[in-house]
């Protein structure tokens, strides 16, 4: 939990948000489903028994973009669709979709307000009560099926409450939450495969290590669950509008599970339509470069580990073989994030990284903090600013020919570029 996660526009949801925010030591995480949230639930009415059809998912990397690709082919369909994911970028409304559009602050409040008054022993987290309100939402508003997201893990994460979900996601496994999940891949893929349900199909993204598909291969085993490998598709992919090679795998994903669930009428026409149709900013997304000259690019990205740097690296090594700019990149990181370990798979690819301060913050590095990491990792063109517009000002100056510049880190970037510009 990070303070931006209570932020709003709206004044009266900021403070209730943020009266959240502080509840049991706010930053900290409990990864336990407990018996106060199942209370909970159980005086709202157990509304997470009362959903459409869910498909959950789970992962290191990509749930996002598998969730926000199903959604968008689900509506291409014609399909009314709900959608849980967090964090958000600008506002809080966007973690909750309701049939296609974002809860309005006027139910926001509602089901807050009801939640809280539900919270008797003051004993829950932000994450429990926003997920409660969320499942609250999604059972009173009408739609044909449920994207749901796991905060964090899997087996006890708050959302792993559906009984019998429709099909269970599990995206790339890498290194994030360590002190949460476990130190090695096989624990880490262990917790994500909590979510996996006896009989229910479940689908997973190409893996970098055997060892994880030995994981999934044995729960699946024990649950009598069918397991689906996105790594055994041969037929071409369908294009996508979201930017990346490393999409395509979850391209791959999306359209793996759509061949395993039943009860929905997804044509191919549906199928291409909704790939090149699907938005998900934030994720390598090219920005209109407002304060930038001529010629140059300005892109976001909000990866911040080390299967996410991997990722970037795909892409800008393709960018350096087309030699037409260089890439630059400005960088903002939660402590709790590994830098070097998300930075360094980069390194061969970048010309400068531009280390910048993320005020308000409390739980960020410092600019000149997370410069001094990069340098003690070998990495030399490295500098610090105090804000994303410094560090694209810093960038121009010292760059007569256009370049690129790519904001990364931290998906709570997005939100301090806003501010910037």
């Not at 004044?11 to 009266?19: E, M, S």
């Not at 296609?100 to 409040?109: F, N, S």
């Amino acid at each position: 939990m990070y303070a931006a996660d209570a932020r709003h526009s709206n004044n009266v949801l900021q403070k209730k948000l943020q009266a959240l925010f502080e509840l049991r030591g706010g930053p900290s995480i409990d990864l336990t489903i407990r018996k106060p949230y199942i209370d909970l639930l159980e005086t709202l009415g157990n509304p997470h028994k009362h959903l459409p059809p869910v498909i959950h998912v789970a992962g290191t990397n990509g749930k996002g973009s598998v969730i926000a690709m199903l959604r968008s082919i689900f509506e291409a369909s014609g399909y009314r669709v709900h959608v849980y994911t967090s964090p958000h970028l600008i506002r809080f409304n966007e973690r909750i979709v309701l049939a296609g559009q974002e809860i309005d602050d006027v139910m926001l409040e509602d089901l807050l307000d009801e939640a809280v008054s539900a919270n008797r022993e003051g004993a829950l987290t932000f994450f429990e009560i926003t997920t409660a309100l969320a499942f609250c939402a999604f059972s009173r508003v009408p739609a044909d099926i449920c994207l749901l997201e796991t905060g964090l893990g899997g087996r006890l994460d708050c959302t792993n409450v559906i009984e019998q979900p429709l099909a269970t996601i599990i995206t790339r496994i890498g290194y994030d939450h360590m002190e949460f999940l476990g130190d090695n891949l096989v624990d880490i893929a262990a917790e994500k495969a909590g979510i996996m349900k006896a009989g229910v199909p479940c689908i997973t993204s190409i893996q970098p290590d055997p060892v994880i598909d030995c994981v999934f291969e044995k729960r699946a085993g024990v649950l009598s669950s069918p397991l689906f490998k996105t790594g055994n598709i041969s037929m071409p992919l369908p294009p996508t509008n979201l930017f990346g090679i490393h999409q395509q795998d979850n391209v791959a994903t999306a359209l793996t599970c759509l061949n395993h669930i039943e009860d929905f009428e997804i044509l191919e026409d549906a199928i291409k339509k909704g790939l090149l149709n699907v938005r998900w900013p934030g994720r390598l997304e090219k920005l209109e470069q407002k304060n930038l000259p001529d010629s140059w690019e300005l892109w976001i990205d909000g990866g911040h580990n080390e299967s996410a740097g991997q990722a970037l690296a795909l892409q800008e090594k393709n960018w350096a073989e087309q030699g037409k700019k260089k890439t630059y990149l400005v960088t903002g990181m939660m402590s709790r994030k590994n830098p070097v370990s998300f930075l360094r798979p980069q390194f061969p690819y970048i010309s400068g990284i531009v280390a910048i301060d993320m005020e308000g913050e409390p739980q960020a590095y410092r600019g000149e903090d997370l410069k001094n990491l990069i340098l003690a990792s070998g990495y030399e063109s490295v500098s610090s600013a105090g804000s994303p517009g410094e560090a694209l000002r810093d960038i121009v100056s010292n760059n007569k020919t256009p370049g690129r510049i790519l904001i990364t880190g931290s998906l709570y970037l997005y939100h301090y570029y806003s501010l910037a510009v």
